[in-house]
């Protein structure tokens, strides 16, 4: 018997959900990184096992403090998502549940298994004071999470549904991955396989190379930047086994184009070198890459813009 489903990734902000996915892919095809916010589109990983084929969907943070039209549009991938999938993984940080995390349960269907990972288990080790304590701690967490969702901060109508299973692991930690894929292999449907077992994700190159540019930008750059920036490809194209690519960077203001672009033009550079070295290792393959910085005042707050770039 095989079995073939959807799995949505879905919690807070900066949770580990594209760390995940990737491990859970064994590529890297989602970007990450330290700061809130860095999935800006739902992103398909696939992984087909001798028995099952996962067809994993990665989502933004959902976000629950700023409203603009941007996270008006990162919230609307998550709740559509939700509606079509087998089986839903949702990512909380071992030890803490809160308010933002519950405005997350209350969107969560009755009707499907959820599966709660503890994410970050390495982080929730590190705090305690010895392994018993440790263990007790994290047993308690465990049976809190099990109760009804109502008693979570759910829905009222929630009162009958609970979590189908609690797993605490470290998305960074092979084994606790492998074992994560057992579980949900339980879950999946029975069905043919959708895609080519080779097959990594439903994204183009072209795709994935703005996303490995946007996440230099993260790494790169301040604190506020990351939000008020984005990426085109102007060109993608094979030169016989090289691809040339062409990106614009898109930001809000003057004083941002110099952030970029740094003292003499280092932090550019920094940034196109690390990008093209990643996309190499993804695509196998030579690359080519030119950057240019453009300011484009309001984008986040421009629907066509947003629409332009798949986000609406
Ligand atoms: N210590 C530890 N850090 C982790 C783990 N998983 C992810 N991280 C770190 O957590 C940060 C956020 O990871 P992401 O995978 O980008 O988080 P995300 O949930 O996709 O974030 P958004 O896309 O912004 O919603 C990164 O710095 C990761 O390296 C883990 O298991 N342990
Ligand atoms: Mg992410």
């Known amino acids: 018997m095989f079995r073939c489903g959807t799995i949505a990734i879905v919690g807070r902000p900066n949770m580990g959900k594209s760390t995940l996915l990737n491990a859970l892919v064994g590529q890297k095809i989602s970007i990450t990184s330290r700061k809130a916010q860095t999935t800006r589109h739902r992103i398909l ?7 099952a084929q996962f067809v994993f969907i990665d989502t933004p943070g959902f976000q629950t403090r700023l409203v603009s039209t941007l996270n008006k549009a990162l ?20 030890g803490y549940f809160g308010e933002d995390d519950a405005k997350v349960l209350r969107l969560l269907p009755d009707d499907l298994p959820v599966i709660l990972v503890l994410n970050k288990l390495d982080l929730f080790a590190n705090r305690s004071e010895s ?15 099990g109760q009804p969702w109502s008693e979570l901060g759910g829905r009222p109508e929630q009162s009958e549904t609970a979590f189908a299973e609690i797993v605490p692991m ?52 301040g604190e506020e930047l990351p939000y008020t920036s984005t990426v085109v490809i102007d060109q993608f194209k094979m030169d016989g086994r090289m691809r040339r690519i062409a990106a614009t960077i ?21 940034i196109s070198t690390e990008a093209r070295l990643d996309m190499e290792k993804l695509f196998d393959g030579k690359v080519f890459l030119e950057t240019w910085v453009k300011v484009k005042r309001g984008w986040a707050d421009d629907r066509a813009e947003l629409r332009a770039q798949g986000l609406e």
């Not at 998502?81 to 839903?88: A, H, P």
Request: glycine share 4%.
């Open 75 to 94: 919230n609307r991938a998550v709740t559509t998502t939700l509606q079509d999938v087998n089986v839903v993984c949702f990512i909380i940080e071992a």
């Open 170 to 221: 470290s998305g960074k930690n092979p084994h606790d991955v492998q074992r994560l894929l057992d579980i949900l292999e339980e879950y999946l449907p029975e069905g043919e396989a959708r895609y080519d077992p080779e097959t990594l994700t439903d994204r183009s190159e072209r795709f994935l190379a703005a996303e490995i540019l946007r996440e230099k930008i993260f790494r790169f750059t």
């Open 131 to 145: 392994p018993e304590e440790r263990d007790r701690s994290l047993l308690e967490f465990m049976a809190k999470m």
């Open 250 to 270: 898109l930001v809000d203001r003057d004083s941002h184009k110099a952030m970029i672009i740094g003292e003499k033009g280092e932090r550019l550079k920094k």
């Open 45 to 51: 990983g696939i992984q087909t096992r001798e028995q």
